[in-house]
């Protein structure tokens, strides 16, 4: 599929390499998952598309190494040794999907996101978030102001800047001389509080521009997703680094 989507699943104990800007998805059918390494780059991501908890809290991912992302849809992690590269330099858990309770473990993390709908997702207050916490933020749609020329379906686009990552997708239709008339969100990303700049890996396209706008949160839904006041878990939670991005305010 475009976009970076890998179509396949590699045997069982085989290491897995996920380039930057591509997204892996583990299908529900397929169940736990047993690769003897993960290694994710940049804002690649490793999706479980499974809701049921025992896929995901099922599967050993074995050493996991990188800048990446896992994203999970359900209140369970993937049994991980979880490098110091990855803990300290941007490799981020991403809670998705309906309502639940986020699980007792893991307590640290390297960086946590929270997406998905308006549902009730509680952290413990011992958690530990070693560089940052996203909450909502993701690429919701774009508008298209000029679609240039000489473009082709299938160009990578992605996203840079606006204070998010792990946002990209294709353009999915081109009109009259290549002009951009489609882009596809492939993975919407999170932690975005402002439009970021666009940009399509193309051999001969020029003169596009558009606007991507990514989804907000009201204060009150901080406290609908932690089910307690947002800054009585600031006051308990611990922060290494950086501190909670309180800037998506209406």
Known sequence: ????VASSTPASGSPVVIADNH??????ALGPIDPGSVTINGSGTLEFLSTTVT????????????TGIIKVNVAGVPTATFTTNFLNNGGTIEYSGASYILPATPTTYGSLAVTGSNATRNLGANTNIINELSVGGAIAGVVITA???GYSVNDVVTFTGGNGRGAFGYVSAVGAWGAVTGITITNPGFGYTSPPTINIASSSGTGFSGVAIPSRRHDAEYERIYGKSLYAWRRNATWSKRHL???QRR
């Not at 599929?1 to 970076?4: A, Q, T, V």
């Not at 997204?23 to 529900?28: D, G």
């Open 23 to 28: 997204l892996v998805r583990v299908p529900a």
């Open 147 to 149: 679609g240039g020329s």
């Open 55 to 66: 896929d995901v809290t099922g599967s050993n991912l074995g050493i996991v190494n990188g």
């Open 1 to 4: 599929m475009p976009g970076g």
């Open 245 to 247: 991005d309180h800037r």
